[in-house]
T-cell receptor
Framework: DAKTTQPPSMDCAEGRAANLPCNHSTISGNEYVYWYRQIHSQGPQYIIHGLKNNETNEMASLIITEDRKSSTLILPHATLRDTAVYYCIVRDGSSNTGKLIFGQGTTLQVKP | NAGVTQTPKFRILKIGQSMTLQCTQDMNHNYMYWYRQDPGMGLKLIYYSVGAGITDKGEVPNGYNVSRSTTEDFPLRLELAAPSQTSVYFC??????????FGPGTRLTVL
């Protein structure tokens, strides 16, 4: 079973920041937080990942709380093309299999 | 690079038929994965491989078989198709580092 909890859906106005929350209260010390998104039934696309520090790349920022029990994915200026299902995944960093356990994700609707 | 390619894009099978879903990657990745996605649900791992000649079961392996004779190819075999196997199938590959790269998917209907 997925080790994360996400709201099933969210709306965001185009041009505004989209803040997608994720709870992972049972995360252990060697587990990473990953974010993927899936646009209209295409294959999932990697966004960002982190262990305990906040991370930023060209797509998004990842804010992880100090106790690591929750995180927030931030899309700074959402566009209509960011409408997708966003998956928050906890993965064991000590395992070399790289298996991902997907939950049901958050459907983000960006509106004009 | 073409990345991860999957064939066919769509397929309709009758109950009891068999077929092989093809997956090929040209990135020389060691790790490859097969997932299925039912409507409105997240992806579930069927099988995975950490290198040529090595495969292992994921969350939902029943009714499927895989092989990995080369680094590039990771075919998924359905021997006796059942309606419960109607789904979208995604293949993915990963280098030693973390990110998985997904293919475009195969949409399978079993009637």
């Amino acid at each position: 079973d997925a080790k994360t909890t996400q709201p099933p859906s969210m709306d965001c106005a185009e041009g505004r920041a989209a803040n997608l929350p994720c709870n992972h209260s049972t995360i252990s010390g060697n587990e990473y937080v990953y974010w993927y998104r899936q646009i209209h039934s295409q294959g999932p696309q990697y966004i960002i990942h982190g262990l305990k520090n906040n991370e930023t790349n060209e797509m998004a920022s990842l804010i992880i709380t100090e106790d690591r029990k929750s995180s927030t994915l931030i899309l700074p200026h959402a566009t209509l093309r960011d409408t997708a299902v966003y998956y928050c995944i906890v993965r064991d960093g000590s395992s070399n299999t790289g298996k991902l356990i997907f939950g049901q994700g958050t459907t983000l609707q960006v509106k004009p | 690079n073409a990345g991860v390619t999957q064939t066919p894009k769509f397929r309709i099978l009758k109950i009891g038929q068999s077929m092989t879903l093809q997956c090929t990657q040209d990135m020389n990745h060691n790790y490859m994965y097969w997932y299925r996605q039912d409507p409105g649900m997240g992806l579930k791992l069927i099988y995975y491989s950490v290198g040529a000649g090595i495969t292992d079961k994921g969350e939902v392996p029943n009714g499927y078989n895989v092989s990995r004779s080369t680094t590039e190819d990771f075919p998924l075999r359905l021997e006796l198709a059942a309606p419960s196997q109607t789904s979208v199938y995604f293949c993915a590959s990963r280098p030693f580092a973390d990110t998985q790269y997904f293919g475009p998917g195969t949409r399978l209907t079993v009637l």
